[in-house]
Each structure stands twice: as C-alpha cells, then as structure tokens.
C-alpha cells in the first residue's frame, strides 16, 4: 500500500479556484492509478477524477467536467486536482485514493481535505 495525505482545501467563494495536493510515500505513484473522490454532508462518497500514469489519460465525472483537472508529478510523488469555477455542489470532503490499475479496488485513501464553496 501506499500512504496518502491530502492539503490544499479551504473556503472558497462561488466561481474561485482551489488546487488540491496528494503527496504519497511507500512506493511512487507512478506506478498506481491515482484518483480523487468527494462526499458531500449526508451523501455518498463518489468518483471525481483519475488518471494513470501508463499513457496518461485522465477521467473525470460529468459534473466536474470541464472544470477540474488531475494531474501529477512523480518526480514530487505528488497528485494535484486543480478546481475551476466551484459551485455550491461542490462543497465535499476530498479524498486522494489510490489502485493497482483503473478498475481494481481502490487500496489505499487519504484522510481527506475539506472544500467549501460558499455562495
């Protein structure tokens, strides 16, 4: 497994930006699929982003679309999800997970950051 933590979440206003960060140790993310997720108070936790590192496509949820990009840096062991254009909706705890390739389980998980988007 790896060991995840993430940072970079906060208060945001309607339509700002946050980057999240996900620094891991234990092996380098490289050779994982990386991913974020979020849930929201009273809500299910759900799929945000991912990106694998063997040719790099990212994936995203159709709500974030356009708005969020993963990206990363093994030279940092370091997983970013830079948000655009926040919305109410958006407000979550985000979590940094990672897997031994896309459609495995998700191993291992972060503790999560808090986003809020006020309004």
């Known amino acids: 497994q790896v060991q995840l933590v993430e940072s970079g979440g906060g208060l945001v206003q309607v339509g700002g930006s946050l980057r999240l960060s996900c620094a891991a140790s234990g092996r380098a993310v490289s050779s994982y699929a990386m991913g974020w997720f979020r849930q929201a108070p009273g809500k299910e936790r759900e799929f945000v982003a991912a990106?694998?590192?063997?040719?790099?496509?990212?994936y995203y949820a159709d709500s974030v679309k356009g708005r969020f990009t993963i990206s990363g840096d093994s030279a940092k062991n370091t997983v970013y999800l830079q948000m655009n254009s926040l919305k109410p909706e958006d407000t979550a705890v985000y979590f940094c997970?990672?897997?031994?390739?896309?459609?495995?389980?998700?191993?291992?998980w972060g503790k999560g950051t808090l986003v809020t988007v006020s309004s």
């Open positions: 997970a990672a897997a031994l390739s896309l459609g495995s389980s998700w191993d291992s």
């Open positions: 990106i694998t590192w063997s040719g790099g496509r990212p």
